[in-house]
């Protein structure tokens, strides 16, 4: 039984602001990206499916000037502060939510692909949770902490697989660490900008146009994070038994819902039509890995439009 009559889907819960700060504000990259452009893939056709996962799970090392402790404390804090908000608008799925039941069972079969990568994630309390918004959106933040909008199901009307790439990419994101990685490149790009401005004596107008370099070089790490996280997040959800086909079919709801995104050169993330040919481009390599996977003993429908 679907019981999203019993939800409030119009709901307005405010995104953490750890999701925040890898976000532009742009429809596309509102609800994050999937596609495939599996970095280093040419070895893919070599490699068991545990060496292709291993070859795209190096982190940056940015990452070591912020603890990850205290990001994944943060991360917990504003997930159970979104959660709060939403339960106080009737908006959090219940339990016996048939698309919550849903993203409970893909996040089974994603997550224990996840401690191969990163080993804290072995720590991580997982959580998955449903959102009564109409946003195109999804997330994972640090420790394993999972949400998806109503809207993102039910407007694109995703199946299974289609969630599941979604799910890979997102939980990608935290098992590479991109949050923590971003602020220690925001701290060391800040203490490059000041420090330039002193030795130069370029003033507030420099350190203004050093500010709008900072920015491009964030918007250029921001894409690679995004290239990262189809590449692991492609694996991680072919390992899991979903299609990697669905990554196609996905991008194109996702372009006839998002008319009028920005190029991909002033953007956040690759364009859709870059995914896609990644995707296309790639599926050779991955589908063994795909039919190697134990498949799903359960499937289940998007909710109504």
Not at 11 to 33: F, G, K, S, T
Not at 244 to 260: D, R, V
């Amino acid at each position: 039984m679907d019981c999203t009559h019993e939800l409030n889907t119009q709901a307005d819960v405010p995104l953490p602001a750890l999701v925040q700060a890898r976000q532009c504000a742009c429809a596309l990259h509102a609800r994050r990206r999937l596609g495939g452009a599996l970095l280093g893939s040419g070895l893919l056709l070599a490699m068991g499916a545990a060496q292709a996962e291993d070859a795209e799970c190096k982190r940056s090392g940015f990452t070591k000037l912020v603890s990850a402790e205290q990001v994944e404390q943060a991360a917990n804090q504003q997930y159970a502060q979104m959660l709060q908000q939403a339960a106080s608008q009737h908006a959090l799925g219940p339990t016996d939510n048939a698309q919550v039941q849903r993203l409970r069972y893909i996040a089974r079969r994603i997550i224990p692909f996840a401690v191969s990568c990163n080993p804290r994630a072995q720590q991580w309390r997982w959580d998955v949770n449903l959102i009564g918004s109409s946003q195109l959106n999804a997330f994972c933040m640090p420790g394993g902490k999972i949400a998806f909008y109503q809207g993102i199901l039910s407007k694109l009307q995703l199946d299974d697989d289609e969630v599941a790439m979604i799910m890979g990419h997102e939980v990608s994101h935290a098992l590479l660490e991109h949050a923590r990685e971003r602020m220690g490149k925001t701290t060391a790009t800040r203490g490059a900008i000041e420090l330039g401005a002193a030795l130069f004596g370029l003033g507030n107008v420099g350190r203004g146009l050093a500010d709008m370099g900072g920015q491009l070089l964030t918007l250029r790490f921001s894409r690679e994070d995004e290239s990262e996280a189809d590449a692991l997040g492609l694996v991680l959800a072919a390992r899991a038994g979903y299609r990697p086909e669905a990554g196609i079919s996905l991008w194109e709801k996702m372009l006839a819902a998002n008319k009028g995104a920005p190029p991909q050169w002033l953007s956040t993330h690759p364009s859709g039509q870059t995914r896609i040919a990644d995707i296309q481009a790639r599926l050779a390599r991955v589908d063994p890995i795909y039919e190697q996977a134990a498949k799903p003993d359960r499937t289940f429908g998007p909710p109504k439009a």
